[in-house]
């Protein structure tokens, strides 16, 4: 990736039309593919890009106590998913974090943040790859509401662990009528669920959370970012790249910021990954 210099944030209507071309080159696998890899892997090169020159500006809001956060929210790493409930790469990925989170938030050391980046947007085509995925999102966001931050989480486990892949041979994903039985799984009211779902309370809520994700680079989903509370120490570029050339990520795969206190990592990538990154920025805390 080259480096990055724009500091500036952009509108939903822009966040929309960048939206498109993600959209325009996932619907190609969608609409071919039944199994999507974990990990997709660069067959055309044999050269592995340098982490180190992947530097660049994550311009992404703060995290605050309206964000949904699992675990010890002054941990020292706090890793922010961006995630849509319909993406089969998201289903995949879905056990790696929770088992992150469950691993190291109960000592404190991470806290795992959700952040909504449905792909229900038309490509230039009016092509849409997740239909459902924006109001899938709207839910996750009302059984947050309605039930506050345990369950919320519960929901949303429940929301990866139940939703069917979307892929071209099933694109419908989830039944949505499934939705107010996972919120009565999860202990929420469903009365106030389904109030608050049918009368589209969250959608704002949910497309600041899109527009927030384009400006932090989201290049597509899942999209982990590590928030630091101290500068990434520089024998963590060896890490990167030793990840890189081992699971021969393409470019745009792994970056950090400028300031070295976020790093981001595109991909359904596997626990062992985020293990590694985490050891070793654990062991200089």
């Not at 605050?64 to 699992?70: E, G, M, Q, V």
């Not at 995630?83 to 995949?92: E, N, W």
């Not at 190291?104 to 449905?118: D, M, T």
């Not at 990538?269 to 805390?285: C, G, H, R, S």
Request: hydrophobic content about 40%.
């Amino acid at each position: 990736m080259k480096k990055n210099t724009k500091s500036g944030y952009i509108s939903l209507p822009s966040a929309i039309v960048i939206a498109a071309t993600i959209l325009a080159i996932a619907i190609i696998w969608a609409s071919g593919k039944a199994t999507p890899k974990a990990v997709p892997v660069n067959s055309d090169t044999n050269t592995l890009p340098t982490v180190a020159n992947q530097v660049v500006n994550i311009n992404m809001r703060a995290i605050t106590s309206t964000d949904h956060i699992f675990g010890n929210p002054n941990a020292p790493i706090r890793i922010i998913e961006y995630s849509d409930p319909s993406c089969p790469f998201c289903k995949i990925f879905s056990p790696t974090i929770e088992k992150v989170a469950d691993t190291y938030g109960a000592s404190g050391n991470v806290a795992w943040i959700y952040r909504n980046f449905p792909l229900d947007k038309p490509d230039p085509n009016g092509n849409i790859l997740h239909k459902n995925a924006g109001h899938e999102s709207q839910a996750l966001e009302c059984a947050g509401s309605v039930g506050g931050n345990d369950k919320y989480w519960i929901f949303l486990r429940r929301l990866y662990a139940v939703t069917p892949s979307v892929t071209g041979q099933t694109p419908n994903g989830l039944d949505q009528s499934q939705l107010p039985v996972i919120a009565k799984f999860a202990g929420i009211d469903e009365t106030a669920f389904n109030t608050c779902l049918d009368n589209g309370q969250m959608k704002a809520r949910v497309e600041a959370d899109y527009v927030d994700g384009v400006n932090a680079g989201v290049n597509g989903t899942p999209f982990s970012i590590f928030v630091l509370s101290k500068p990434a120490p520089a024998s963590l570029d060896n890490v990167l790249v030793s990840i890189n050339a081992q699971l021969h990520l393409p470019d745009g795969s792994l970056f950090i910021s400028s300031d070295r206190t976020k790093i981001a990592m595109s991909g359904a990538l596997p626990y062992e990954t985020f293990q590694t990154v985490i050891d070793a920025l654990l062991a200089n805390k």
